[in-house]
C-alpha cells in the first residue's frame, strides 16, 4: 500500500476529488463519476440496502441518489446515547439515519473536506429537523476529532478516494473510545492495471484509488484495530467495470491504453 500512495500528488488528488462532487452534489440524482444516471459510484439508496422506512423517516423523494456503495448502518449495532462519526458524510444520509438510531442523548458527527458538500448536508439536516448532528470540515486523515471520543465510525464508498489510507486506518483508531467499533462500505480491488490508476476521473469514480481487500484488512489491523472482518461483498466483474468506463464520455475520453 505505501509503495502505491507514494506514487500519486496528494494535493492533486484531493483537489480533483473535491471539483468532482462539489460538481456532483450540484446535478440531482446524477453519478459523481458521469452525466449517466447511474452508475458504480452512484445508485438509488433504496437499490443499495436502505429500508423504505429509514427513507421515509426524513426524505420526502425515496429514490434520492446516493455517492455510497451500501448501507453500514444495517450492519452496526448503533444505539441510543452513542457518538457516531461519519467519514465522509455526502449529502448526509447516513448522518440522518444515525441520528435517529442515538436519539436525543447521542451525538453524531459528520466530517467532510468538500464545502458543497457541507451545505448541501446541512440543508437537509436543517430540513430534517435533526439536532443532534454537527458536521466539521476536514480530512478524513487528519479528523477534527479528539481521541477516544466516539462510539462508532462509519464511512460509505470514501476511504477508496483517499490517497493516504494509513492515515485514514491510523485516525479511526486514534477517535474510537476504547471497545469502539467502526463499520465501513468501500471498494477494493485486485490487479487494477496501471493505466487505470493513472486516470484522475477514475479516482473519483472509486476505481483508480482503491486496494485490494487484503491490503484493506491488514491496514486495519496495522493501525490497531481488532477483529476485522468482512460482512457482505458485492462483487462487480471486469466486463462490468468496463462496460462503466467506456459509457462514460468524461471518463472514456481521456484513457490511453
Same mark, same amino acid.
Given at each position: 500500500?505505501n509503495?502505491?500512495?507514494k506514487?500519486?500528488?496528494?494535493k492533486k =488528488?484531493?483537489?480533483?476529488?473535491?471539483?468532482?462532487?462539489?460538481?456532483?452534489?450540484?446535478r440531482k440524482?446524477l453519478s459523481c463519476c458521469?452525466?449517466?444516471e447511474e452508475?458504480c459510484?452512484?445508485?438509488k439508496?433504496k *437499490?443499495?440496502?436502505y429500508?423504505?422506512?429509514e427513507?421515509?423517516n426524513?426524505l420526502? @423523494?425515496s429514490?434520492?441518489?446516493? &455517492?455510497g456503495?451500501?448501507?453500514?448502518?444495517a450492519?452496526?449495532e448503533?444505539?441510543?446515547? @452513542?457518538?457516531v462519526?461519519?467519514l465522509?458524510?455526502?449529502?448526509?444520509?447516513?448522518l440522518?439515519?444515525?441520528?435517529? /438510531?442515538?436519539g436525543?442523548?447521542?451525538?453524531?458527527?459528520g466530517?467532510d473536506?468538500? *464545502?458543497?458538500m457541507?451545505?448541501k448536508? /446541512? +440543508?437537509?439536516?436543517?430540513?430534517?429537523g435533526?439536532?443532534?448532528?454537527?458536521?466539521?470540515k476536514?480530512?478524513i486523515?487528519?479528523l477534527?476529532?479528539e481521541?477516544?471520543s466516539?462510539d462508532?465510525?462509519?464511512?460509505n464508498?470514501?476511504?477508496?478516494?483517499?490517497?493516504?489510507?494509513? /492515515?485514514?486506518f491510523?485516525e479511526?483508531a486514534?477517535?474510537?473510545k476504547?471497545?469502539?467499533?467502526?463499520v465501513?462500505?468501500d471498494?477494493?480491488?485486485e490487479?487494477?492495471? +496501471?493505466?487505470?490508476r493513472e486516470n484522475?476521473?477514475l479516482?473519483?469514480a472509486?476505481i483508480?484509488?482503491?486496494i485490494? +481487500?487484503?491490503?484493506?484488512?491488514?491496514?486495519l489491523?496495522k493501525?490497531g484495530l481488532?477483529k476485522?472482518k468482512?460482512s457482505?461483498?458485492i462483487?462487480?466483474?471486469?466486463? +462490468?467495470?468496463?462496460? &462503466?468506463? /467506456?459509457s462514460?464520455p468524461e =471518463?472514456?475520453? *481521456?484513457?490511453?491504453?
Amino acid at each position: 500500500m505505501n509503495t502505491k500512495e507514494k506514487k500519486i500528488d496528494t494535493k492533486k =488528488i484531493r483537489e480533483e476529488v473535491k471539483k468532482t462532487y462539489a460538481e456532483a452534489i450540484s446535478r440531482k440524482n446524477l453519478s459523481c463519476c458521469s452525466s449517466l444516471e447511474e452508475t458504480c459510484c452512484s445508485v438509488k439508496a433504496k *437499490d443499495i440496502g436502505y429500508s423504505e422506512e429509514e427513507l421515509n423517516n426524513f426524505l420526502t @423523494d425515496s429514490n434520492i441518489t446516493t &455517492f455510497g456503495c451500501g448501507n453500514p448502518l444495517a450492519y452496526s449495532e448503533v444505539r441510543e446515547g @452513542d457518538v457516531v462519526l461519519d467519514l465522509g458524510p455526502g449529502a448526509g444520509l447516513d448522518l440522518l439515519i444515525a441520528a435517529r /438510531k442515538v436519539g436525543p442523548s447521542g451525538q453524531v458527527i459528520g466530517v467532510d473536506m468538500t *464545502d458543497e458538500m457541507i451545505a448541501k448536508a /446541512k +440543508e437537509n439536516i436543517k430540513v430534517a429537523g435533526v439536532k443532534n448532528v454537527e458536521v466539521r470540515k476536514g480530512l478524513i486523515e487528519d479528523l477534527p476529532v479528539e481521541s477516544s471520543s466516539v462510539d462508532w465510525v462509519i464511512s460509505n464508498c470514501v476511504i477508496n478516494l483517499s490517497p493516504e489510507k494509513e /492515515k485514514v486506518f491510523s485516525e479511526i483508531a486514534r477517535v474510537l473510545k476504547p471497545g469502539g467499533r467502526m463499520v465501513v462500505s468501500d471498494m477494493v480491488g485486485e490487479n487494477i492495471p +496501471e493505466w487505470l490508476r493513472e486516470n484522475k476521473n477514475l479516482y473519483s469514480a472509486c476505481i483508480s484509488g482503491v486496494i485490494s +481487500e487484503k491490503e484493506y484488512l491488514s491496514g486495519l489491523r496495522k493501525a490497531g484495530l481488532e477483529k476485522v472482518k468482512v460482512s457482505e461483498r458485492i462483487v462487480y466483474q471486469s466486463d +462490468e467495470l468496463e462496460s &462503466f468506463v /467506456k459509457s462514460s464520455p468524461e =471518463i472514456s475520453k *481521456d484513457i490511453k491504453r
